[in-house]
């Protein structure tokens, strides 16, 4: 009996060590960066003060950080992303499963980049290009722009800035390319300038009239 108890224990233990293995490590830190080389797998990347870069193919789990930026290279595979005080960039073909999160920071997905959740923030421009976003996307005080050939579902929310500000701030920018579509509704609660491309495909416009455009650019 006792035998057979330390085997399964033994086995628990190999078990564990391969999931560990197969997640990667975990890397937490207060002061500074944290970069995941091509290829490479890692588990939650958290630091305070620092930004974090995984490079091309790499993959982790919670990429997190409060001062500081987040790069994820070509093909890269995340969980989810947050930052504080910092912008966010996807490469080609990255992939994150659930959220893309920034208080006062860019936002930019690259060609083929999918976030499978939300992608928000506060202040900062909102970028696609050629890519998708399945939860939505929202900001209160930042650009946006759908470049061409991507898609959003889930629509879009630019909020009503909350507290005190000093003065009229300037209208964001929202403008949705060529051949994007969008599903769910633009919801606008507060004065933006919109610009809609005449072949985009959108949902229904809340609080903001569309100035149509064609070509490339508004």
Do not use: C
Request: negative net charge; charged residues 20%; hydrophobic residues 40%.
């Amino acid at each position: 009996m006792k035998r057979a108890i330390v085997t399964a224990a033994a086995a628990l233990s190999l078990a564990l060590a391969v999931a560990a293995d197969a997640r990667g490590i975990d890397v937490d830190k207060v002061n500074g960066s944290i970069h995941i080389e091509s290829d490479q797998q890692a588990g939650d990347l958290s630091t305070v003060n620092g930004g974090i870069r995984v490079d091309t193919g790499g993959s982790a789990q919670k990429v997190s950080t409060v001062n500081g930026g987040i790069e994820l290279g070509d093909r890269v595979t995340v969980d989810s992303v947050e930052t504080v005080n910092g912008g966010i960039e996807l490469g080609q073909g990255a992939h994150v499963a659930r959220t893309v999160e920034a208080v006062n920071g860019h936002i930019e997905l690259k060609q083929g980049a999918e976030v499978a959740g939300k992608a928000s923030n506060v202040n900062g421009r909102i970028s696609l290009d050629a890519a998708h976003v399945g939860g939505g996307i929202e900001t209160v005080s930042g650009d946006i722009e759908i470049g061409a050939n991507s898609r959003v579902e889930g629509g879009l929310l630019v909020d009503q800035p909350h507290g005190f500000s000093w003065g009229k701030s300037k209208n964001p920018r929202i403008v949705i390319g060529p051949h994007t579509v969008i599903d769910g509704t633009l919801d606008f609660r507060r004065e933006v300038d919109l610009y809609v491309s005449d072949t985009a495909k959108v949902g229904a416009i809340t609080g903001a009239t569309a100035n149509k455009f064609s070509g490339d650019h508004p």
